[in-house]
């Protein structure tokens, strides 16, 4: 949240946090349970924005797949990278096929971690016949989740995006219903209240999720879904900004803020 106030700032509008109704609810309207109130514009003038937070879902085939993938591939890969002492962005495709085809998937993906690591050289298909199969090297390693015991970390595991070639397909199968759930319920509840709505679609996450932090449809996929579901709800959201992997945030959705 900290960051949508410093974005709005960055573009020369003066922003304030006014409060957080779900955390502190007795300065609020009853019902108001968004997850914070920023006040937008100059003093004398500021509008009253109720902002909310939804991470953006991974389907539920990835989080499976990338359950599986861990547990073949990160203790190994963890292994081949200490030795080398360097760190190792390993991106995959999700395996299909019985458990003995994944297997023999998941073995040249770590064939192909330990050329990397030999030759000192990423590595990728340059058939292009499997684009998802890409082994990225990095000096040193990679500062893990401070809420995590294990720190700084060797390897990061993360799907190929989409885990189909339908990515819009995937995103009405997860968007959705999490979308459709904000747009009936707290922001709509804000709406009616008098409150501007925005709602801070979140790509970023953290390592805890079940795909990682690198689940990364586009911006222009994520505003396809939420223009299509926001219909449905005429008049209930104004805008909606996404938090990318990068720290940057762009507006996918209504008239700027």
Same mark, same amino acid.
């Given at each position: 949240?900290?960051?949508? %106030?410093?974005? =709005?700032?960055?573009?020369?509008?003066?922003?304030?946090?006014?409060?957080?109704?779900?955390?502190?609810?007795?300065?609020?309207?009853?019902?108001?349970?968004? #997850?914070?109130?920023?006040?937008?514009?100059?003093?004398?003038?500021?509008?009253?924005?109720?902002?909310?937070?939804?991470?953006? *879902?991974?389907?539920?085939?990835?989080?499976?797949?990338? %359950? #599986?993938?861990?547990?073949?591939?990160?203790?190994?890969?963890?292994?081949?990278?200490?030795? /080398?002492?360097?760190?190792? &962005?390993?991106?995959?495709?999700?395996? /299909?096929?019985?458990? /003995?085809?994944?297997?023999?998937?998941?073995?040249?993906?770590?064939?192909?971690? #330990?050329?990397?690591?030999? &030759?000192?050289?990423?590595?990728?298909?340059?058939?292009?016949?499997?684009?998802? &199969?890409?082994?990225?090297?990095?000096?040193?390693?990679?500062?893990?989740?401070?809420? #995590?015991?294990?720190?700084?970390?060797?390897?990061? $595991?993360?799907?190929?995006?989409?885990?189909?070639?339908?990515?819009?397909?995937?995103?009405?199968?997860?968007?959705?219903?999490?979308?459709?759930?904000?747009?009936? !319920?707290?922001?709509?509840?804000?709406?009616?209240?008098?409150?501007?709505?925005?709602? =801070?679609?979140?790509?970023?996450? !953290?390592?805890?999720?079940?795909?990682?932090? &690198?689940?990364? *449809?586009? %911006?222009?996929?994520?505003?396809?879904? %939420?223009?299509?579901?926001?219909?449905?709800?005429?008049?209930? =959201?104004?805008?909606?900004? =996404?938090?990318?992997?990068?720290?940057? $945030?762009?507006?996918?959705?209504?008239?700027?803020?």
């Amino acid at each position: 949240m900290r960051n949508l %106030a410093n974005w =709005l700032r960055s573009q020369g509008k003066q922003c304030t946090v006014a409060g957080w109704p779900d955390r502190d609810p007795g300065p609020w309207p009853a019902g108001l349970t968004v #997850e914070t109130v920023l006040a937008v514009g100059p003093d004398g003038a500021q509008t009253q924005w109720a902002v909310d937070v939804m991470t953006i *879902p991974v389907p539920a085939s990835t989080a499976a797949g990338m %359950a #599986e993938a861990r547990q073949q591939l990160h203790v190994p890969a963890a292994q081949l990278a200490e030795s /080398a002492h360097r760190a190792v &962005t390993i991106s995959i495709r999700i395996p /299909a096929g019985d458990s /003995a085809a994944r297997k023999t998937y998941y073995q040249e993906v770590l064939t192909r971690v #330990e050329e990397a690591l030999r &030759t000192g050289s990423d590595y990728y298909d340059a058939s292009g016949k499997d684009p998802a &199969t890409q082994v990225l090297l990095s000096d040193g390693e990679f500062l893990g989740d401070p809420s #995590e015991s294990h720190g700084a970390v060797r390897v990061h $595991l993360v799907p190929f995006t989409g885990g189909s070639a339908d990515l819009l397909a995937e995103l009405q199968s997860t968007l959705v219903a999490p979308l459709d759930k904000k747009l009936g !319920n707290q922001l709509k509840r804000a709406k009616d209240h008098g409150y501007h709505t925005l709602l =801070l679609l979140d790509q970023v996450g !953290n390592q805890s999720m079940p795909a990682g932090v &690198t689940w990364l *449809p586009s %911006a222009s996929a994520v505003g396809t879904i %939420a223009a299509q579901r926001v219909a449905a709800y005429p008049g209930v =959201l104004d805008a909606a900004v =996404l938090a990318q992997p990068d720290d940057s $945030l762009v507006q996918v959705f209504g008239d700027s803020i």
